[in-house]
């Protein structure tokens, strides 16, 4: 049975039906699914999350925006305090994952020879752990022989640094060291390490770094 269509939101409307969609939601929501559950066009989709962007500005939540997906996060401010009630404790990326991180970031998408390239290691070890922290994701495949899988970062990504949009990434400066180290400093301010831990030199297969992941892992 195909849902009803309900009445078209007056556009005043549409940022606090949108805020109260995404507080319910388990997951970041793309603009087209919201644009056909509120029988809007993308155009008043667009608009409704502009506002709703300005007007969570100094409040405990805010709107992070990933291509066509969004979601509602707490601010970066507050994280210490929600990790204090729920007494939560997460662990923090390694030297190694955070250069991994901070390529892709800057380079997305990047493959994982893209990374590797950059640092001049092996990256496998890093790569599952971003993975497994969804910081990244599979955004594609780069077409040809191999067709190498495509990195991107994700919406918790942004949650983890306390950033609205990809594009709020710090620029680059421009000095000359070494490009991994660069972009990693980056990052870097905004999540300590807690250990020096490098990748293994390109030689270490796959196998051999996979029993290390379950020390990093979340």
Same mark, same amino acid.
């Given at each position: 049975m195909r849902p009803e269509k309900i009445p078209r939101p007056a556009p005043d409307q549409l940022p606090a039906i949108i805020e109260s969609l995404l507080f319910v939601a388990e997951e970041p929501q793309e603009i087209g699914t919201l644009s056909k559950t509120l029988n809007t066009p993308r155009q008043g989709i667009e608009r409704a999350i502009e506002a709703l962007i300005e007007s969570t500005g100094g409040r405990g939540i805010y709107l992070q925006r990933n291509g066509d997906r969004v979601q509602l996060s707490t601010t970066p401010e507050a994280a210490p305090y929600i990790e204090h009630f729920l007494e939560v404790e997460h662990g923090r990326l390694s030297r190694a994952s955070l250069e991994t991180l901070a390529i892709i970031a800057y380079r997305q998408p990047a493959t994982r020879g893209t990374v590797e390239s950059v640092r001049g290691v092996n990256s496998d070890h890093s790569v599952a752990t971003l993975l497994a922290r969804e910081l990244i994701e599979d955004v594609g495949h780069v077409p040809g022989p191999g067709r190498a899988v495509l990195f991107g970062t994700t919406l918790r990504f942004l949650e983890y640094f306390g950033? =609205?949009?990809? @594009?709020?990434? $710090?620029?680059?400066? #421009? !000095?000359? =060291? @070494? %490009?991994?180290? %660069? !972009?990693?400093? #980056?990052?870097?301010? %905004?999540?300590?390490?807690?250990?020096? #831990?490098?990748? &293994?030199?390109?030689? &270490?297969?796959?196998?051999?770094?996979? $029993?290390?992941?379950?020390?990093? %892992?979340?």
């Open positions: 950033l =609205q949009k990809p @594009d709020d990434l $710090p620029p680059l400066p #421009e !000095v000359e =060291q @070494d %490009e991994g180290e %660069e !972009v990693a400093n #980056e990052l870097r301010a %905004e999540a300590p390490t807690d250990d020096p #831990e490098t990748d &293994e030199p390109s030689t &270490e297969s796959a196998d051999e770094a996979e $029993p290390e992941l379950s020390a990093v %892992e979340p």
